[in-house]
């Protein structure tokens, strides 16, 4: 049986916007009208006042949404003047050994299936500045076969990843190495986990998409080129194409594709078979390379903590300068944000739970115990939360809508956990339920063996 939400809607958004997410576009034209009106969306979290000292930290930001936003309540987070290095010309990490171009069009089809119509977006004009044509994007959502059988299961592998992270298993893995080292599996697993983060954070705060974005964006000299714009031209040979990554229903009575939104998590498992399965979990064989303790702690130059290193810090360190960047990103949300133990504990379980990731469930297990919680607390996580407040109702309705899919979590939800927890906790568990979701996915793809 599975733990379904569907919500309908039409193309137009004709349901009250505070209580309906925004609709899955079936061809590329629709979603080409929805990503370029992603532009004039509501920011979700109320605007901050700024002091003379917030303003003069933030310079040319201060008007910028989501820099103000992620200053005041999540102000270890790094908001430099300009986004992390990245496009066609800049030289990779040694050891990373997919492309720029390949791992955006990765990007692309997580962005597609999560319905991150932010990502999509950008992710737009990245590849078409990274040299690919129109059709070839469009072919990325409705017609694999003219990609080649490599790039064809590395995004049915993204794609699920994303979308079913619990699913993923040794057999999927296996099928990559037909055409994939287990160190290019790794980047792919990395890079996929990570984009699931942005497109998580970027639909939980309604981050609106800037105004001169779309087609070619400001990064080409040549004039001639669409720019601006997301709203180009479609080739008639895909311009009534159905999406083939996006998850789409069918009405039950025509059979025809809807834009529903939905969300598939399988019904959460009873006790006996989470016990079953973290004891499995304390067994299994990792399936991609970890690095020896000693090594590891020389890659990561003092960023790795103290003790015994666990196995998920031993696999990021297979790249020492990705790895450092999401181990930070980790870490920082475990010990620097203003959530109390106890709630970040509960939070965790809630979303790996969600993923079916069950190292993570091991782990938040752990931090649960440590903060005092009995197994019948723990497990009541599971339940339909009554015997919690109403304010931590709320966080923990954020953090489970936003890990099982991006779009599902509504204006509603998120203004309800403003008026009880306040903005900086609710950003702070978004924050903090995105650095889960990375957590999930890196470990359970890997299949790491649990160490408690």
């Not at 993923?168 to 599996?185: C, K």
């Not at 407040?389 to 309705?397: A, I, M, N």
């Not at 306040?422 to 924050?431: A, L, T």
Request: hydrophobic share 35%; net charge neutral; glycine share 6%.
């Amino acid at each position: 049986m599975l733990n379904q939400t569907i919500i309908s809607l039409g193309i137009f958004l004709a349901a009250a916007p505070e209580t309906a997410p925004r609709p899955v576009p079936l061809t590329r034209p629709e979603m080409k009208r929805l990503i370029e009106d992603v532009k004039v969306r509501t920011p979700r979290i109320p605007m901050p006042e700024l002091t003379d000292a917030d303003r003069q930290a933030l310079g040319d930001r201060a008007d910028d949404y989501e820099a103000v936003i992620r200053h005041r309540y999540t102000p270890w987070v790094e908001t430099r003047r300009t986004p992390r290095a990245s496009g066609p010309n800049v030289e990779q990490e040694p050891g990373m050994t997919l492309s720029y171009a390949f791992k955006t069009q990765l990007f692309w089809i997580v962005s597609r299936a999560n319905n991150c119509q932010y990502c999509i977006g950008h992710q737009e004009s990245k590849l078409l500045n990274a040299g690919l044509t129109e059709d070839q994007i469009a072919a990325l959502d409705g017609d694999w076969s003219r990609h080649t059988p490599a790039e064809q299961a590395a995004f049915a592998f993204a794609r699920k990843l994303s979308f079913q992270p619990y699913a993923i298993g040794d057999a999927d893995i296996q099928s990559l190495r037909r055409f994939y080292t287990d160190l290019q599996i790794l980047e792919m697993v990395i890079s996929v986990s990570g984009n699931n983060v942005s497109n998580r954070w970027k639909e939980a705060v309604a981050v609106p998409q800037r105004k001169d974005e779309g087609g070619y964006s400001r990064n080409t000299e040549d004039l001639s080129l669409p720019r601006g714009t997301y709203l180009t031209p479609t080739s008639a040979s895909f311009e009534k194409l159905i999406s083939n990554v996006a998850p789409i229903i069918f009405d039950t009575a025509t059979g025809a594709p809807t834009r529903d939104t939905i969300s598939r998590r399988p019904a959460l498992e009873s006790r006996t078979d989470v016990e079953r399965a973290l004891t499995q979990a304390r067994s299994r064989k990792a399936r991609l390379p970890l690095v020896e303790e000693h090594e590891a702690r020389t890659n990561f130059a003092g960023a790795a903590p103290e003790g015994p290193l666990p196995q998920w810090v031993r696999l990021l360190a297979n790249f020492p300068r990705e790895g450092t960047r999401h181990l930070n990103t980790i870490r920082l949300a475990d010990e620097k944000s203003d959530l109390s133990p106890l709630l970040k504990g509960q939070l965790a379980w809630i979303v790996a739970r969600q993923d079916g990731a069950w190292y993570a469930v091991g782990h938040a297990y752990k931090r649960l115990r440590d903060a005092g919680q009995t197994d019948e607390q723990i497990y009541a996580l599971d339940g339909d939360w009554h015997e919690f407040s109403p304010r931590d109702q709320s966080l923990f309705t954020v953090a489970r809508k936003l890990a099982a899919s991006p779009v599902i979590l509504t204006d509603a939800d998120v203004t309800n956990a403003v008026e009880l927890a306040g903005p900086r906790d609710v950003v702070q568990s978004i924050h903090y339920t995105t650095s889960r979701s990375l957590f999930d996915r890196i470990t359970e793809a890997a299949g790491l063996q649990l160490e408690n």
